[in-house]
């Protein structure tokens, strides 16, 4: 395969258009959307969800366009159905136990494995695929991408607001996640064989089915030739998409020019990632986050600055500096989603109106972030 493609993929909700709740309905929105866009839509674990995939994308204008491409579909399929389509980490309101349970043997085993903590996975995140053929050189990539995840996390903060109260959280959806026993950042690794013998303890112990059921923030897939970012929320905005699935690109790329150069792995404490991911999740880029590599509380827009210049040559080399930093800026000037919900609610204090900005806002054309 061809290297440092790009496949993006987005979990939505299914949304009642006059109560604004969460609806099961994807027994029926996903026939009328694949007559569109065939297997790039998907189920997820409840029917109040549904995931769209892009196909392999070789530019950030591909990606752009395949994102603007299965949004519209999946909007206008729920349209039909008389329902809205939203992308947030979580839904304002909308409780976990009304939920119904996607009858898949995966979603069913998850249930039965996992119990309460499969009830209340009621989030919706954006995952990057990035195409590494090379198995070895995408463990090396992984060391090295772990301290600047945190920060990707930050920019993409999407779920203020969970069971009708506002969490405090810039990313909730982190909060609820991070319980499950294989998520979190990984562990630096000397080798893939070490990773692959670790997979096979998990499988052996029975402490997972397979290598798909690792859910860390990034992950070499089980199922691709790819680099797995899975750190952040599903993202408000295609232009906020694209920012992820830009700067995660970027990131790999800068991983493996380090990785080719011998240039030693950050061996941060796991203590310290914990920590810069859990100050993301709670304060999105609205307070001090962590740097890493010299361990101190920075502002979040000083961290951002140092991401970006981090990331530069390889965005530079690839003619796509000038996009992904102008919509880095942009966040960082308007806000993430999570704050932008917030936002939405002190005009009215109704939850329902955060949930019909979160609609518009998933809108392919809905305007520039």
């Not at 409780?95 to 979603?107: D, F, G, N, S, V």
Request: hydrophobic share 40%; proline share 4%; glycine share 6%.
């Amino acid at each position: 395969m061809e290297e440092f493609t790009i496949g993006v993929e987005e979990e939505y909700q299914i949304v009642n258009a006059e109560t604004r709740e969460l609806r099961s309905r994807a027994s029926r929105i996903l026939p009328e959307a694949r007559q569109a866009v065939g297997e790039h839509v998907q189920p997820e674990l409840y029917l109040s969800q549904i995931e769209i995939g892009t196909p392999i994308c070789q530019t950030l204008a591909e990606v752009r366009a395949e994102l603007v491409r299965l949004r519209g579909e999946v909007i206008a399929a729920a349209e039909r159905d008389g329902h809205r389509i939203a992308a947030a980490g979580t839904h304002p309101f909308s409780h976990w136990e009304e939920q119904q349970l996607t009858p898949k043997a995966r979603y069913v085993g998850i249930a039965q494995d996992y119990q309460q903590l499969a009830r209340e996975q009621l989030i919706f995140g954006c995952h990057v695929h990035v195409g590494i053929s090379d198995r070895e050189a995408a463990i090396q990539i992984m060391n090295r991408a772990r301290p600047w995840l945190a920060v990707l996390l930050a920019l993409s903060a999407n779920s203020p607001f969970w069971l009708g109260s506002d969490t405090g959280y810039n990313s909730f959806r982190t909060e609820v996640w991070r319980r499950w026993p294989m998520a979190g950042t990984p562990h630096v690794f000397d080798s893939r064989a070490e990773f692959d013998r670790l997979v096979e303890s998990l499988v052996q112990t029975e402490s997972i089915e397979d290598g798909t059921k690792i859910y860390w923030d990034v992950r070499p897939s089980a199922r691709f030739e790819t680099l797995e970012f899975r750190v952040t929320d599903v993202c408000p905005t295609v232009d906020e998409a694209v920012l992820v699935a830009g700067l995660a690109r970027a990131l790999a790329r800068t991983c493996h020019a380090e990785a080719a150069s011998g240039k030693e792995i950050e061996h941060a404490r796991p203590e310290l990632l914990r920590a810069a991911k859990w100050r993301a999740a709670r304060y999105g880029l609205d307070a001090d986050l962590i740097d890493v590599a010299t361990e101190r509380a920075v502002p979040a827009a000083e961290l951002v600055e140092k991401f970006l210049a981090h990331l530069r040559p390889a965005l530079e080399e690839h003619e796509e500096w000038q996009e992904i930093s102008a919509l880095a800026h942009q966040v960082v000037a308007r806000g993430n989603g999570a704050r932008r919900q917030r936002e939405a609610y002190m005009k009215a204090e109704r939850y329902e109106d955060v949930v019909d900005f979160i609609i518009e806002e998933t809108k392919p054309g809905s305007g520039p972030v």
